[in-house]
């Protein structure tokens, strides 16, 4: 059972415009929320997180928003660049200190120049 | 260096035989966790290290999997017995233990292929 969904294996982007990554989660338990970046043969590279208190946060190009009626957040890239093509996990995990983190299959993200 | 390390970067090995992988956090770090990539699958946890706390092994897919972290800081993976579905990239991350809402941070891996 699933608890962290990302439902698009892949999304297609132009230079320039926003891209729109989305996940989805089941837990209730879960308050803090991050985004991870992953190039071919290297490990995640943390993004960007937001604690469930709050329902937006912002860092240069990327957001992320949190809806948590919807058990859903998305990430927000814009203007998106070449560069940004990766593979972006969404991570969840209940905090009060540190605790395993439960990832999403991953969402593969090409930006065409 | 300031980042994980993980050694080897790849290990290919015979079915049945035992592997080692290592993990070297970041300074300072005293949470260390180590995670799974299956083929198409997202990251799996499988151990998490707390400070002085006994290990949370409550993701090890089976006891052929172990772990140990020596003084508070290098830590290697052990998997005896190998199988075909023991085959995945293996990686490590670690974070500060102090406080709500610390990311954590990853190595690159030891992509492990067993024959």
């Known amino acids: 059972d699933q608890q962290v969904k990302q439902n698009s294996p892949s999304l297609s982007v132009q230079e320039g415009r926003i891209s729109i990554l989305n996940c989805d989660y089941t837990?209730?338990?879960?308050?803090?929320f991050l985004w991870y970046k992953k190039y071919p043969a290297e490990g995640p590279t943390f993004l960007i997180s937001?604690?469930?208190?709050?329902d937006k946060n912002e860092d240069g190009r990327f957001t992320v928003f949190l809806n948590k009626s919807a058990k859903h957040l998305s990430l927000h890239i814009v203007p998106s660049q070449p560069g940004d093509s990766a593979v972006y996990f969404c991570?969840?995990?209940?905090?009060?200190?540190?605790?395993?983190?439960?990832f999403g299959k991953g969402t593969r993200l090409s930006v065409i120049a | 260096g300031a980042g994980v390390s993980q050694s080897p970067s790849n290990k290919v090995t015979e079915k049945g035989k035992d592997v080692e992988l290592r993990c070297d956090p970041i300074s300072g770090h005293t949470a260390l966790y180590w995670y799974r990539q299956s083929l198409g699958q997202g990251l799996e946890f499988l151990i998490y290290?707390?400070?002085?706390?006994?290990?949370?092994k409550s993701g090890l897919p089976s006891d052929r999997f172990s772990a140990e972290r020596t003084g508070g800081s290098v830590s290697t993976l052990t998997i005896q017995r190998t199988q075909q579905e023991d085959s995945a990239v293996y990686l490590c991350?670690?974070?500060?233990?102090?406080?709500?809402?610390?990311?954590?941070?990853f190595g690159d891996g030891t992509r492990l292929s067993i024959l």
């Open positions: 991570a969840a995990s209940v905090t009060r200190g540190n605790t395993p983190l439960v």
């Open positions: 937001i604690s469930s208190i709050k």
């Open positions: 837990n209730s338990m879960f308050d803090y």
């Open positions: 290290f707390q400070g002085n706390s006994a290990p949370d």
């Open positions: 991350a670690s974070s500060f233990l102090t406080g709500a809402n610390q990311p954590q941070h």
